[in-house]
């Protein structure tokens, strides 16, 4: 994006800025004109000064690690009393028009250093500066701008007015999911991980795991069956009961020997950290297929989990954020391994609560997540629903882990061929 010779208006007029009011899905939706108008409703009542500091980086790897320390570097250079909202700015109804960024709504005593910092980020070629001012009669808004010089220079020409826009029928961050946080083949996500071998080197060792054959169209002789769920569903204690009833082999996604590097893709933004979980899948596909030659074999998580915690993470709000029902975005990689039967855990949220508490170990970051955010772990648990070939068959999780087997052991007689 060639950023000094940019036209506001030309390049953003038929953009929505999406801010992100808080994680139950209150979105403030504003598009530019070029005619002074009456800024939408929750607009007037912003007394402080405001900000938008968006990353468009041409490079997707430096953008996507950018955009992932961006709220740690406001935070710690911009006064306490800046509020950052987190901000997309997208064309409605285009696929990968989606970019990220910030709402800063500043009510501290200090403008200048506010100024300052921004002045500063504006120097960088990954990021769009703009201020917004308010009319003198108090309904009107306008966005700059900023050259992004040091002293942050406004060029009036690119003086716009902020409109109310129609509201989006799904949160934006679905336009850009497809190969950014869900990989629909296993080439998209070894491009991400070629494309980050400069910066993250362990990337070649993830690489250099992954199979080139497909496997996907191979029918394993012997059942393959999938056990998914949240954190303390039970995965790990049904899995091994399944183990020893089928004399069965087991597996789990993200295989063992990525074990080393789970921790270093852990700490990458999504683009990078899911196309690490999506190769995991490939990875334990090619194992499966061999294993399930000799017996039946039995898999800790896959796709499902994949897909699923993905999609609800890049989203906020309810269950209605998600992407509706039947949406091309649920579908299973064409040349994925499916498995032959996938059983979905669920449990009631304080019993779920109550066995983590017991077991007393330490959770993912995600997982903390899950407890603090009940709308996060709904969003997870539809998504779960919705992922297609196979669905997965709901169970629940409650009864005593006997009786959870039998129920499973049930299933697996109905659905596969033993
Ligand atoms: N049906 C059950 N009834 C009561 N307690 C259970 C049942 N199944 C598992 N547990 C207990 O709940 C805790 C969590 O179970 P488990 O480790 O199998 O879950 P998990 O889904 O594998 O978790 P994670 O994804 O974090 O590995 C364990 O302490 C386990 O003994
Ligand atoms: N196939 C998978 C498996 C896991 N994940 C991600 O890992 C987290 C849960 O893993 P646990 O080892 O704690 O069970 C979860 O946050 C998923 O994002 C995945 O993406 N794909």
């Known amino acids: 994006m060639a950023k000094r ?5 030309g390049q953003w007029s038929s953009r929505v800025f999406s801010i992100d009011l808080d994680k139950r ?4 939706n504003f598009a530019l004109t070029e005619k002074p108008q009456q800024a939408p409703e929750t607009f007037r009542n912003i007394q402080e000064r405001c900000y938008s500091v968006l990353v468009c980086g041409d ?48 009510a501290s005593e200090c403008p200048s250093l506010t100024r300052r910092v921004l002045g500063a980020l504006g120097l960088s070629e990954q ?30 020409s690119k003086t716009c007015y902020v409109v109310p826009s129609e509201e989006a029928n799904y949160h934006p961050s679905v336009l850009n999911m497809e190969n950014s946080d869900v990989f629909y083949c296993r080439a998209e996500a070894c491009k991400v991980l070629q494309e980050s071998c400069d910066i993250i080197p362990e990337s070649r060792a993830v690489l250099e795991l992954v199979g080139k054959t497909d496997a996907s169209r191979h029918s394993p002789d012997f059942p393959v069956v999938v056990i998914e769920g949240l954190d303390a569903t039970g995965k790990t204690t049904l899995t091994e009961s399944l183990r020893e009833a089928l004399g069965a082999r087991l597996l789990r996604s993200p295989p063992q020997c990525l074990s080393p590097w789970r921790a270093v893709f ?8 899911r196309a690490f979980y999506a190769l995991g899948n490939y990875i334990t596909a090619e194992q499966m297929g061999k294993e399930a030659s000799q017996a039946p074999v039995i898999v800790d998580r896959y796709w ?15 269950v209605s954020s998600l992407p509706p029902e039947g949406s ?91």
């Open 5 to 9: 010779s940019m036209s506001l208006l």
């Open 25 to 28: 899905g209150a979105l403030l």
């Open 59 to 106: 490079d997707r790897i430096q953008s996507a690690r950018f955009y992932w320390g961006l709220e740690d570097l406001l935070r710690n250079e911009l006064p306490a009393e800046c509020e950052l909202l987190p901000v997309s700015s997208y064309l409605p109804h285009v696929k990968d028009s989606l970019i990220r960024g910030y709402f800063l709504k500043d």
């Open 127 to 156: 990021v769009q500066v703009c201020s917004y001012l308010r009319g003198p009669d108090g309904g009107r808004w306008s966005q700059q701008l900023w050259s992004g010089s040091e002293n942050q220079n406004m060029d009036v």
């Open 266 to 273: 852990d700490r990458e933004p999504p683009l990078i950290r």
């Open 304 to 318: 499902h989990s994949t897909a699923s915690y993905a999609i609800a993470t890049a989203v906020s709000g309810p």
């Open 328 to 418: 091309p975005l649920f579908r299973w990689p064409p040349d994925l391994l499916q498995p032959s039967l996938v059983v979905l855990l669920t449990l009631d949220p304080q019993e779920r609560k109550r066995r983590l508490e017991a077991r007393g170990q330490g959770q993912t970051d995600e997982e903390q997540e899950l407890d603090h955010n009940l709308l996060f772990r709904l969003r997870v648990e539809e998504a779960y629903r919705r992922v297609r070939g196979p669905a997965c068959v709901v169970v629940d999780a409650g009864p005593s882990a006997d009786k959870v087997l039998q129920q499973v052991l049930l299933l697996i007689k109905e659905h596969c061929r033993l």
